[in-house]
C-alpha cells in the first residue's frame, strides 16, 4: 500500500484537496505551505507560473496575472450568457478565440500568451500532482476526481481534457454528493440491511459558487442516488458580493471612495468582507471591518452583525430553500421519510443556511462529516474500490443521470425520428441498446430534453459509416449501444451490423445461434453496470421501408450479471424464443450470424486528439521551465544565504573572528560585501552555474575557517578522552603491583610493555598540548582532533589484548568417595563451579 497512488481530488472553485487510501485509512493530505487546501489559483510571472498557495498569496499585487474561478469557465464559449456573468469577478482578461471558445490572456516570461481555463485547470492539477508525489514518495497517476452534479457533457469533457493535459488518468469523475454520500455510508455500521427498507438521507454541499443537494437510499453495502437538486449560481461568494457591495456604498456616502472603481481596493474588500462573514457565522454581536491604506493613502472602517447580513443576502437565502424543495419534488419524498441531513461545503456554516434545512426538512443538520475534506475522501474511497491492488470493503454505488436525455436520427423520406432514452435521474452507469433497419449510412444525435445550466442542449452527433443493404436489397440490422458511462459523459459506445445466414460451413466473424462466447459482449461485460435486461419494442413506419427501432435496457442488478452476458449473447447471436422452437422442430438446420463493428464518426464536445497533444506538448515545457526557475532560485538562494551566514560569523565577537588573519578577515569581508552588492545588481539574473560556481569559490575561502573553529570546537574532547584512557591505563598497572587478583594471571612481561606504551603515550600528550597552547587560532593546527584520536586509538590498541587476556581455566580433582555428598553417584557429571568475588 505504501508504494500505491490511490488519490481522489476535490476540485473547488476556491480551494482543492487531495485525500489518499491508506491501509489505515483515508488521509487528507498536506501541501507545501503545510495547508489541507489548496487554493485554486494560477499565476504567472516573468520566469515561472506560480500554483496554488503562492499565487493566492500575490494576488493583489499580481492580479492581472492571477486567475481565479476558472472551473466555472470549463467547456463554455465566450458568447455564453452564464460566462458574461462570471467575467464581472475577475480582474484579469478574458477574450474570444477563434473558435469561439475561452482565451484568458496574461504576461507569461515577458509575453503575452493566451492559455484556454482547460489548461489553467491542467495547470493546478499539475501542482496537486506534485504535492501528491511529494508526499506519498512515489509517481501519482491514477485518481478520482470530483465533479459538480450539474455538469453536462460539455463540461465533464474538458475537465477530463485538462486532466489528460496533466498526466492523470481519472478513473471516474464523481459526483460530488456522491463523493460525500460514500464518504458517509461506507463506515456506517448500523444501515438496514438489503431487504429492509432503505434510510434515507439528504447531503446539502453549499461550496462557495454553487449549491448542490441530493437525496441517498442508504442499505447495509449498498448505496443509491434518488435524485439531486442544484443551483449553480448560487454560493458563499453570493453573501461576499452582497455584503462588499453594502459597504461600497457605505464607503462612498461617508469617505467619498467608489471601491469598484479600483479593481485592487475591490479585491481587498472581497477579502475583507468573506473574513467578517465567517466572524459573523460564530458571534451575532456588532463585529467591526477596518481596512488600511484602502483607497487614496486612506484607512477605511465599517461595522455589521448577523442580522444585518441575513437582510442584505435575503434573496441568496430564498434561492437555497427553493433548491432545498426543488429536492424533495425531484425525489419524491417528504421532510418525515428524510432520517437525517449531513451538511458540508465552507457556506453551510452560516447560521441562516442551517435555519433554512431545519425548515425544509424538518430536521437539525448534523455535521458527522469534516465540511471541507468529506468530497476528497470519498473520492479516494472510489479510487480504492477502482484499484485492482487495493482491497476495500464492498460498497455498491448507483449514482443519476439528472437530466432527460433525447436520441433523434434521420429516417427515410426526410422525416426524421426521437426518442428519450434516459429519462431524468435515471441510474448511471447505464447502457441501452437500440436496433436499427438500414439500407445506408445514417446519423444519430443527442441532445438534452430538459432544461440545463448550458445554453446548448446539443451533446453530440455520431455518423454510422459502412452500412449496406443485403444482397436481396434489404434492410440491415444495425445495434447501437447508447451509454452514460462512469463519468456520467452520454456517447453512442459502438455500433454493430448483425447478419444472419443460414449455412452450414462457418468462416473467421461468424458465429453460431447458440454460441455464449461473443466477443463484443465478453468485452462490453466489465464495463456495464452489472445488471439483467429487459426489452421494450418501439416501432415507426416509415413507409416502403418499414423501418423499426428496438430499444433494449441493460439494468443495475448485480446479481444477474451472467445472465446479462447471456442475454447479449443472443442479441448478437439473433437467438429469441422463436428461434428456439424453430431449432427444436429442426435441429439440423443452422443459423450463423456474422457481427460486424461499424466505424464511428463522432462530433462531440472537447479537444481534438491533435490539440489534446499540443496542449500536453506546451504544459511539458512549461512544467521544464518551473523545474529550471526553481534550481536557479535554489541556487541563488543557497549563495545568498551563505554570503550573509559567512559574514554574520566574522564579525566582531562572532564565532569565525578568531580563526582568520586580520588582513585576510578584512579582504573577505570586502568580497562578501562585493557580492552581496553584485546579487542585487547585475547577478539578479543569472542562471544556476553562474551562482553554484561562485558559491564553490567561496566555499574554497570559507570552509577552511569553519573547519579550523570546528577542530579547537573538538579538541578539548579528544584530548581528555585521550587523557581519560592514559589514566585508565596506568590504574590497572597499579591494580598488578598491589597484587589484585584481577590481574594476577598476567606475565611481568606484559605488564611492561603496558607501562611503556602508557609512558609514551603520556609524554606524546604533553608534548602537544603545550604546542597546542601556544598555536594562534587562525592558522592550521599542529595536531588535529583526527590525530588525537588515532594516537588513543594505538594506545587502546597495545594495552586492551593485555589487560582482556582470559584467565586459565583450573582444573576440579575428582572426590574420594563412590558418591557425592549429596547422593550423587561419583559417575554423575560435575555441576558448574561458579567463583563469586
Request: charged share 25%; proline share 5%.
Amino acid at each position: 500500500m505504501a508504494a500505491m497512488s490511490v488519490i481522489g481530488i476535490d476540485f473547488g472553485n476556491e480551494s482543492c484537496y487531495i485525500a489518499v487510501a491508506k491501509a489505515g485509512g483515508i488521509e487528507t493530505i498536506t501541501n507545501d505551505y503545510s495547508l489541507r487546501g489548496t487554493p485554486s489559483c494560477v499565476a504567472f510571472s516573468p520566469k515561472n507560473r506560480i500554483l496554488g498557495v503562492a499565487a493566492k498569496n500575490q494576488m493583489v499585487t499580481n492580479m492581472k496575472n492571477t486567475v481565479f474561478g476558472f472551473k466555472k469557465l470549463l467547456g463554455r464559449k465566450y458568447s455564453d450568457p452564464h460566462v458574461q456573468k462570471e467575467l464581472k469577478h475577475f480582474p484579469f482578461k478574458v477574450e474570444q478565440r477563434a473558435d469561439g471558445g475561452i482565451g484568458i490572456r496574461v504576461n507569461y516570461l515577458g509575453e503575452d500568451n493566451v492559455f484556454s481555463p482547460e489548461q489553467i485547470a491542467a495547470m493546478l492539477f499539475t501542482k496537486l500532482k506534485d504535492i501528491a508525489a511529494t508526499a506519498l514518495q512515489t509517481q501519482v497517476n491514477d485518481c478520482v476526481i470530483s465533479v459538480p452534479s450539474y455538469f453536462t457533457n460539455a463540461e465533464r469533457n474538458a475537465l477530463l481534457d485538462a486532466a489528460s493535459i496533466a498526466g492523470l488518468n481519472v478513473l471516474r469523475l464523481m459526483n460530488e454528493t456522491t463523493a460525500t454520500a460514500l464518504a458517509y455510508g461506507i463506515y456506517k455500521q448500523d444501515l438496514p440491511a438489503p431487504e429492509e427498507k432503505p434510510r434515507n438521507v439528504v447531503f446539502v454541499d453549499f461550496g462557495h459558487s454553487s449549491l448542490q443537494v441530493s437525496a441517498c437510499a442508504f442499505n447495509k453495502g449498498k448505496l443509491r442516488v434518488l435524485a439531486t437538486s442544484a443551483d449553480p449560481f448560487c454560493g458563499g461568494r453570493d453573501i461576499d458580493m452582497a455584503l462588499a457591495e453594502y459597504f461600497c456604498q457605505d464607503f462612498q456616502t461617508r469617505f467619498k471612495l467608489d471601491a469598484r472603481k479600483n479593481q485592487r481596493a475591490f479585491l481587498r474588500l472581497l477579502q475583507e468582507v468573506e473574513k467578517l462573514k465567517k466572524q459573523m457565522s460564530a458571534n451575532s454581536t456588532r463585529l467591526p471591518l477596518n481596512i488600511e491604506c484602502f483607497m487614496e493613502e486612506r484607512d477605511v472602517s465599517g461595522e455589521m452583525q448577523r442580522s444585518q447580513m441575513e437582510q442584505i443576502c435575503t434573496e441568496t437565502f430564498n434561492r437555497v430553500e427553493r433548491t432545498l424543495r426543488g429536492l424533495l419534488h425531484n425525489a419524491k419524498l417528504r421532510a418525515e421519510d428524510i432520517s437525517a441531513v449531513e451538511i458540508v461545503g465552507g457556506s453551510t456554516r452560516v447560521p441562516a443556511v442551517k435555519n433554512l434545512i431545519e425548515q425544509v426538512f424538518g430536521k437539525q443538520a448534523s455535521t458527522t462529516l469534516n465540511q471541507d475534506e468529506a468530497v476528497s475522501r470519498g473520492c479516494a474511497l472510489q479510487c480504492a474500490m477502482l484499484s485492482p491492488a487495493v482491497r476495500v470493503r464492498e460498497f455498491n454505488i448507483t449514482d443519476v443521470q439528472p437530466y432527460a436525455v433525447r436520441l433523434a436520427w434521420d429516417a427515410a423520406r426526410g422525416e426524421d425520428g426521437d426518442m428519450e432514452v434516459f429519462p431524468a435521474f435515471h441510474a448511471a452507469p447505464f447502457s441501452k441498446m437500440l436496433t436499427f433497419y438500414r439500407k445506408e449510412p445514417f446519423s444519430v444525435s443527442a441532445y438534452y430534453s430538459d432544461q440545463v445550466p448550458y445554453p446548448d442542449t446539443f451533446i453530440g452527433q455520431w455518423n454510422i459509416r459502412d452500412v449496406q443493404p443485403t444482397a436481396e436489397g434489404e434492410s440491415q440490422k444495425v445495434k447501437l449501444k447508447v451509454r452514460v458511462n462512469i463519468h456520467g459523459i452520454i456517447t453512442v459506445a459502438s455500433a454493430s451490423l448483425v447478419e444472419k445466414k443460414q449455412d452450414s460451413s462457418q468462416n473467421e466473424n461468424v458465429e453460431m445461434e447458440n454460441s455464449n462466447d461473443n466477443t463484443q459482449g465478453s468485452q462490453d461485460a466489465p464495463m456495464e453496470t452489472n445488471g439483467g435486461t429487459q426489452e421494450q419494442q418501439q416501432q415507426q413506419q416509415n413507409g416502403p421501408e418499414n423501418q423499426e427501432v428496438r430499444e433494449d435496457e441493460m439494468k443495475d442488478e448485480p446479481q444477474q450479471k451472467q445472465s446479462w452476458t447471456q442475454r447479449v449473447g443472443q442479441w448478437f447471436s439473433g437467438e429469441n424464443n422463436d428461434d428456439k422452437k424453430d431449432k427444436s422442430k429442426d435441429k439440423s438446420k443452422k443459423v450463423l450470424v456474422k457481427t460486424v463493428e461499424l466505424p464511428i464518426d463522432a462530433r462531440t464536445h472537447g479537444f481534438a486528439q491533435h490539440d489534446l497533444n499540443s496542449y500536453m506538448e506546451q504544459e511539458g515545457k512549461m512544467q521544464a521551465q518551473d523545474r529550471q526557475e526553481k534550481e536557479r532560485a535554489d541556487a541563488r538562494n543557497a549563495l545568498e544565504e551563505y554570503v550573509y551566514e559567512l559574514r554574520g560569523k566574522l564579525s566582531e565577537g562572532e564565532v569565525l573572528h578568531d580563526f582568520i588573519a586580520e588582513d585576510q578577515r578584512q579582504k573577505l569581508v570586502n568580497q562578501l560585501d562585493a557580492l552581496e552588492q553584485w546579487l542585487y545588481d547585475e547577478g539578479e539574473d543569472q542562471n544556476r552555474q553562474v551562482y553554484s560556481d561562485k558559491l564553490g569559490e567561496l566555499r574554497t575561502e570559507g570552509e577552511p575557517i569553519k573547519q579550523r573553529r570546528l577542530e579547537f570546537e573538538l579538541r578539548p574532547g579528544a584530548l581528555d578522552d585521550f587523557a581519560l584512557a592514559i589514566q585508565l591505563t596506568n590504574k590497572a598497572i597499579d591494580l598488578y603491583r598491589s597484587g589484585d587478583a584481577k590481574y594476577a594471571h598476567l606475565s611481568e612481561a606484559d605488564i611492561q610493555k603496558v607501562a611503556e606504551a602508557s609512558k609514551n603515550a603520556l609524554s606524546w600528550l604533553e608534548s602537544a598540548r603545550q604546542t597546542l597552547a601556544h598555536a594562534p587560532r587562525h592558522l592550521p593546527p599542529p595536531h588535529t582532533t583526527h590525530q588525537i584520536r588515532q594516537e588513543r586509538q594505538n594506545l587502546e590498541n597495545i594495552v586492551n589484548p593485555i589487560l582482556n587476556k582470559p584467565k586459565p581455566k583450573e582444573k576440579t580433582p575428582p572426590p574420594a568417595n563412590p558418591t557425592a555428598g549429596d547422593g550423587q553417584p561419583a559417575d554423575a557429571p560435575a555441576q558448574e563451579q561458579m567463583d563469586v568475588e
